[in-house]
């Protein structure tokens, strides 16, 4: 056993399509922090930054809107600039455990 290597599920390139299933019936996390009415689809969005070249593992992602995905400006949508993304709404780690909890919700009242 090689005690440098993460578990298979945390490694970039690991595929759950429940997981992201789960995810995808979510509301967009910006949208629900902010109070503000969803009016784009949700997306799943895999953190950037987390699988060295390779996209993050499917446990690695958290819920967003079209909008704030890919379409908003700079600021407003993680792709169009990581750094003011998270400086307005919150670090992607912080929206990922926020999102862990809301899928428990979810699954919960199933």
Same mark, same amino acid.
């Given at each position: 056993m090689n005690l440098l290597k993460p578990p298979i599920e945390m490694r970039a390139g690991f595929k759950d399509p429940k997981h992201?299933?789960?995810?995808?019936?979510?509301?967009c996390i910006v949208c629900k922090n902010q109070e503000l009415k969803q009016l784009f689809r949700t997306e799943v969005h895999h953190l950037i930054g987390m699988g060295l070249g390779?996209?993050?593992?499917?446990?690695?992602?958290?819920?967003?809107? #079209? @909008?704030h995905h890919r379409l908003g400006n700079k600021g407003e949508a993680i792709?169009?600039? +990581?750094? #003011? @993304?998270?400086?307005?709404?919150?670090?992607?780690?912080?929206?990922?455990?926020?999102? +862990?909890?809301?899928i428990v919700i979810s699954d919960d009242e199933i």
């Open positions: 992201l299933a789960r995810v995808a019936q979510l509301e390779k996209k993050a593992s499917d446990l690695f992602t958290i819920p967003l809107c #079209s @909008f792709h169009s600039g +990581k750094q #003011s @993304f998270e400086k307005k709404f919150g670090t992607q780690q912080n929206l990922l455990e926020q999102t +862990k909890k809301d």
